[in-house]
């Protein structure tokens, strides 16, 4: 069965792009988050929305499901060929097709990564920028935004999945589909006014239909960029400080954080602020907005902003800033994971004290912070935890905390972000039955065999 | 095996599959197959899972070991400072216990055994080592003040003896004093040092070392970057200790002295910078300045440039191992496709392996007709009166 399903995926992109070795099947058995491996049958690597379109009918024809991934780095494993069959790795899909300065969009395949769109828009569309995640720069645009991700203009914009315009999505059947404008104009600007399809794919973990292209928002680029970090103590100030902050509407990205290290950050909740100019003149205007809406704080001399000499904001103002991929060498280790709650920013106390009862209790080596998403709408707080891939017993003390966290962040009144299983099984049992009926009923009729990421968003 | 212990330290967040502006893949490996496996962090996860007795060590494991070029963008890019500089010594040491466990791809089995058996990657007698020479007129050394290492791609392909053959013009013209080592010298073994082979690097060193101070060498220029890497880095722990050049380095500040023609027509030059004398040995600047003080040179630089640059795909022994040829994206098709798309007429390189490697791949990519490869001893040349027209 796998050989002849091998040979068949290899008449579709060609044999050196299909692989069913023990090599691949172990390393995209498994993220680098903690969830236990799930072997494919085999590795796809596409090159065209055609060639995805035939995997599909393959798929459906064989009964074999189907995984498509990105870049891999969701850490809760939601690329894990549960059921086994195929992984779809995207990722030779990764052109830039066109941007739009005049609308400020643009359309990408479903394997492009943030990085490479960067350094697209740096060199061809100097004055645009798009949100990235802080995720490596080899993550996907399609995988961030499919799993509603956020990023360093998400005060400005929200969540990633609202700066999307429209998709050209493969549905389990093989018919190719697009939502938004470009379903009826050819232009990739706007989701608005047609019925939202495009939320058929976004938070779905993979089980409805894979991406193949997406249009995206982009945002003008300032010439003079500046970071603030407003510093507290007290966490139930928190809710009002950030929504004295994002009041102003002058900030692109607000980051709460609060570590044990470096030793003077200890015991501090730290708010990064990072805004922009395209003159001085603006830039020192809104720093002046940021600064003047907590002044009531600083008068009381309860927060303040913390001097930041110019080498340090550099590291600050860096985009995407590798600092959040070395934390998981904390425990010389290679490993960390997370639970990101997307949560109500008046939440933001119960999350930071639950985030810091939990890491006690299971004596992990934690982060904590939040990003803020639109002027305070929401806010995706997460728990991070680094641990030692070699040592057992660190993997499950992170996995165990990791699961209180769910469980903590649902108490709360949080959702966990991108869930990995059990976190899944957690809130469908929160969920409103008719809602999660209403989910089994599309699914349904998108995937009539099921082979769409089967296992995950599932009861039993 | 060496380095064991930071092999699941890797995180696999993939900087390392990038250049630092993030342009494109920057892996060569990863590049031309896309598979997680062939990237540096799929290598580190699988040699673990190997120790850990969780695969085995097959042919597609060898060849994901070995196809890695060794061109160092995984240490330049990698997001942690406390393992990133042993990256590289990881995966060589990887391939060395896949070699003593008799497990390597048979191009690279036959490849070592080449070498083992008549000293160079072709299988050549040794008598055959000056003839690239014949009728340049170039003493042999005898206490200049440089010899002339050129390495066998430069000694035994027809390409590399042209390069060879250009180089030693050069530096005959700029006056400088040199001579040919006159004895028959040994593969450099930078790239078998590179494939874990580690008591075959030795012995061939060695026996270099040997004739070296025989002869009372002092200053060696290289034809090859691989060569300058591995004199210059590594023969001084084995006894060979010399102040080593790469011949940009050398000619770069004797372009003063070459008889250049102001009149010829204007070209415009993309450098794809070797890895061996860029990212290994951090000289971004030699090959430039001969290029700028060409008359009538543009120069242009490539999206992934410097620190940057992407492998030719020939380094680490994959030139004779082949390891990466086959599909649209191998690395050298990659990088005719970037020269081209940066407006360059020649696409200038500073290494024989890189030049027969680029000029393949714009045959490739019928760009043949849009812009040529040129060796950089060649394009001065090129751009030289001989007839005593000097600017």
Known sequence: ?460 | MEHAEILHRCFRCGYCKLPGNYADINCPAYLAYCFETYAPGGRMWLLRAWLDNKIEAGSRFAEIMFSCTACGNCVAQCAFPEFRDRLLLAFTAGREALLDAGTAPPSVRDWLTRIQNHGNAYGKPAKKSLEWADGLEIDVFDGQEYALFVDDTGIHEPRGREIARAVATLLTTAGISFGIIGKPCFSDGNDVKAMGETALFESLAEKNISIFNALNIGKIITLSPHSYNVLKNDYPALGGQYQVFHYTQVLAFAMGRLPLSADRPGLTVALHDPCYLGRHNADYASARMVLQALPGVTMVEMDRNRADALCCGGGGGNFFTDLLSGGDDTPARSRAREAAAAGAQILAVACPLCAIMLEDAVKSENLDKTISVREISEIVEGRMDLQGNAR
């Open chain 1, 1 to 460: 069965m796998t050989a002849d399903l091998i040979a068949r995926l290899g008449k579709i992109t060609g044999p050196r792009y299909v692989s069913g070795a023990a090599e691949e099947r172990y390393l995209y058995s498994m993220d680098q988050g903690t969830m236990p491996p799930a072997a494919p049958d085999a590795v796809v690597m596409p090159k065209t929305t055609e060639e995805v379109r035939q995997i599909v009918m393959l798929a459906n024809k064989l009964k074999v499901p189907v995984v498509p991934m990105g870049a891999g780095l969701v850490l809760s494993g939601l690329t894990r060929a549960l059921k086994g069959g195929i992984v779809i790795d995207m990722k030779r899909m990764n052109r830039i097709v066109t941007v739009n300065p005049a609308s400020r969009y643009v359309v990408v395949e479903g394997g492009a990564s943030q990085g490479m769109l960067k350094a697209y828009l740096d060199k061809h569309h100097p004055d645009l920028k798009h949100s990235m995640p802080d995720a490596p720069p080899v993550a996907t645009l399609a995988g961030n935004i499919c799993i509603h991700g956020s990023g360093h203009l998400s005060v400005l914009g929200g969540s990633h999945s609202d700066m999307l315009n429209g998709m050209e999505v493969v549905l389990p059947s093989g018919e190719i589909i697009r939502t938004g404008s470009c379903g009826v104009s050819g232009g990739w600007f706007s989701r608005a006014p047609l019925p939202d399809l495009s939320g058929l794919f976004l938070g779905w973990s993979g089980t409805t239909g894979i991406v193949t292209r997406l249009g995206i928002k982009l945002f003008p680029k300032y010439r003079y960029n500046d970071v603030l970090i407003f510093v507290a103590e007290d966490p139930d100030l928190m809710p009002d400080m950030i929504s004295r902050l994002t009041s102003v509407q002058a900030a692109e990205d607000m980051t709460p954080w609060m570590t044990p290290k470096p030793d003077w950050a200890r015991g501090f909740l730290h708010i990064n602020i990072a805004w922009g100019g395209h003159t001085k003149k603006e830039l020192i205007f809104k720093r002046n907005l940021l600064q003047g809406s907590v002044r009531e704080y600083i008068d009381r001399k309860i927060a303040g902003f913390l001097p930041l000499p110019p080498p340090q904001k550099g590291r600050f103002l860096k985009i995407p800033s590798p600092d959040l991929a070395r934390f998981a060498d904390l425990r010389r280790g290679g490993g960390f994971e997370y639970v990101g709650a997307i949560m109500a920013i008046e939440h933001f106390p119960d999350a930071y004290r639950a985030g810091l009862a939990i890491a006690e209790k299971f004596n992990v080596a934690y982060s904590l912070g939040a990003r803020i998403i639109g002027a305070g709408h929401a806010m995706m707080f997460f728990f991070a935890y680094a641990f030692n891939r070699a040592d057992p017993e660190d993997v499950k003390r992170a996995s165990d905390a990791l699961e209180a966290t769910n469980t903590a962040a649902l108490e709360i009144g949080g959702i966990p972000w991108k869930a990995e299983l059990p976190a899944q099984k957690q809130i469908i049992e929160k969920m409103d039955p008719d809602t999660f009926a209403l989910m089994g009923r599309i699914r349904a009729v998108l995937d009539p065999n099921h082979i769409m990421n089967p296992g995950n968003w599932e009861k039993d």
